[in-house]
């Protein structure tokens, strides 16, 4: 009799598991006849294939007011301290607070690892100069950021080190959303470009497919980074990247059936019309410009960037002849050699939120004859993007 019991029970408990894991729903699987999907991401440490900047940070001294008091440890010479705010859309200020001063001679950086706003239990690190190839080891950290709806624990990585005299941070992680539609395997990754210290998602966020069909990607051009807004290509079904949450768990994308005939600067869709005065005052209309491929060429002139610059003048007279060449950036002087767009003249309004879209660009848009985007790059890399080009017109 008791036997009966026992076997009663297991196949109780069997069938309430088996009913449990038919109900359960299973995150990122979705189908192709969904208009959105929402898909769960996951943050991983370091750069992946993403090449994440550094920003600079604003050391004060400790006699400052801050926005609230921290444990400061001892033995550590000339203290400063700096406030990375994690949340920008939260009043209250939530931070990870990170301190810089001398020790034996040496620059010393303190990361509060564990956000308990005492740095006397935080490991006291050399500040080593940034190599490029190889950078300083990522420093573990935890912070508090909203979810949308409460305030939430979330850790990070950032990296620490100095450049020419000066202290750099940026924040060493990015996001991985695996899923499938219609059972067709992909994975996305998505990066924080505009700020890169920042702990929040949204402007300035780039997406780009890392894996289609199970098909790995090995390395991300200019190209392949697409903003909020723009389409990304999943087996030839295309969406748009819709939005991101604050802290970027979740990314919704949007099924746009009409590629085709989509206009806008991204790669492969039909290239914005235009009309803009040069400095010249001649009048450049997009639509007397077919016969040739035509190249917008922002450079970025302020800060002391002549490099930019220069490149726009070595590749007018390396290609001038071949191609059509617009040369794009703000408080230019008048020239006898090519084309000079102002972009802060009122006129040329619409073509700036075309092409340039921000004051400082180095952004070189490729139309093509049949006025597509044929490709986008740095104008420092014109000199291998452009070859590639000319090659596959001839």
Not at 52 to 71: A, W
Request: some cysteine; overall charge positive; proline content about 2%.
């Amino acid at each position: 009799m008791k036997f009966i019991f026992t076997l009663s029970v297991f196949f109780i408990l069997l069938f309430a598991i088996i009913g449990c894991q038919k109900n359960k729903i299973i995150e990122n699987q979705f189908s192709s006849l969904s208009d959105t999907i929402f898909i769960k991401t996951k943050i991983i440490k370091g750069n992946g294939l993403f090449d994440l900047g550094f920003g600079h940070p604003k050391f004060k001294d400790t006699l400052n007011t801050f926005s609230n008091s921290i444990v400061y440890p001892k033995g550590i010479k000339n203290l400063k301290r700096f406030q990375l705010k994690t949340d920008f859309k939260e009043k209250k200020d939530y931070n990870v607070e990170i301190l810089l001063g001398n020790k034996n001679n040496k620059q010393v950086f303190i990361v509060d690892e564990n956000n308990n706003k005492d740095l006397t239990d935080d490991l006291v690190r050399e500040c080593e100069k940034i190599s490029w190839n190889s950078p300083p080891k990522a420093v573990k950290c935890e912070y508090l950021i909203s979810n949308g709806k409460q305030i939430v624990k979330e850790s990070s990585w950032l990296c620490i080190g100095s450049a020419k005299g000066k202290i750099l941070i940026g924040k060493r992680e990015h996001l991985i959303g695996q899923f499938t539609i219609d059972n067709e395997n992909f994975e996305i990754g998505v990066a924080g470009y505009r700020n890169p210290m920042s702990f929040t998602y949204g402007f300035g966020s780039k997406i780009s497919v890392l894996s289609n069909l199970g098909v790995k990607t090995e390395t991300l051009v200019k190209s392949d980074l697409m903003n909020i807004g723009e389409l990304i290509n999943l087996n030839n079904k295309f969406y748009r990247f819709e939005s991101i949450s604050r802290k970027g768990d979740l990314i919704t994308l949007i099924k746009e059936e009409n590629f085709e005939t989509k206009i806008g600067t991204q790669k492969g869709i039909i290239a914005p019309t235009f009309e803009v005065i040069s400095i010249a005052r001649d009048t450049i209309r997009s639509s007397n410009l077919n016969s040739k491929i035509t190249i917008i060429a922002n450079s970025c002139g302020c800060g002391g960037d002549k490099k930019s610059t220069e490149a726009f003048y070595e590749m007018e007279k390396s290609l001038g002849k071949l191609i059509n060449i617009l040369h794009v950036d703000s408080n230019l002087k008048k020239s006898d050699i090519g084309i000079h767009i102002d972009s802060e003249e009122e006129f040329n309004k619409n073509f700036y939120n075309n092409y340039r879209k921000q004051y400082c660009s180095r952004i070189c848009y490729v139309i093509g004859m049949d006025n597509r985007i044929m490709d986008k790059f740095n104008i420092n890399e014109w000199k291998t993007k452009t070859a590639k080009i000319i090659n596959e017109k001839n």
